[in-house]
């Protein structure tokens, strides 16, 4: 069974920074796109930040551009987002989903996610 374990997030003041972890376990990760995903209070999810199975292709959404660094240690069968800059509208819920694709109709969360708050 797929299993994602997100971790690292807290409280953080504006400017500040955070780095979640996502475990993953039940399939071959090294061969498998990832991407981060956050849901705010209200709102559908969306899409964070996607990269290939061996990191060589990365992709942010705009808002995030420039401030927000995904990776991955095939190793250790973990994804990382380095989250720098933070502003008020980084506040949600981060997930880690397999795939680099946007989440759709569809889509539901496999862990429990991370939450993040920046508050002023």
């Known amino acids: 069974e797929e299993q994602l374990v997100e971790s690292g997030g807290g409280l953080v003041q504006p400017g500040g920074s955070l780095r979640l972890s996502c475990v993953a376990s039940?399939?071959?990760?090294?061969?498998?796109?990832m991407s981060w995903v956050r849901q705010a209070p209200g709102k559908g999810p969306e899409w964070v930040a996607g990269?290939?199975?061996?990191?060589?292709?990365?992709r942010y959404e705009d808002s995030v551009q420039g401030r927000f660094i995904i990776s991955r240690d095939n190793a250790r069968n973990t994804l990382y987002l380095q989250m720098n800059s933070l502003k008020p509208e980084d506040t949600a819920v981060y997930y880690c989903?397999?795939?680099?694709?946007?989440?759709?109709?569809?889509?539901?969360?496999r862990g429990q996610g991370t939450q993040v708050t920046v508050y002023s």
């Open positions: 989903s397999i795939g680099t694709r946007p989440p759709d109709s569809t889509w539901s969360p």
């Open positions: 039940g399939f071959y990760f090294k061969s498998a796109g």
């Open positions: 990269i290939s199975s061996g990191g060589a292709t990365i």
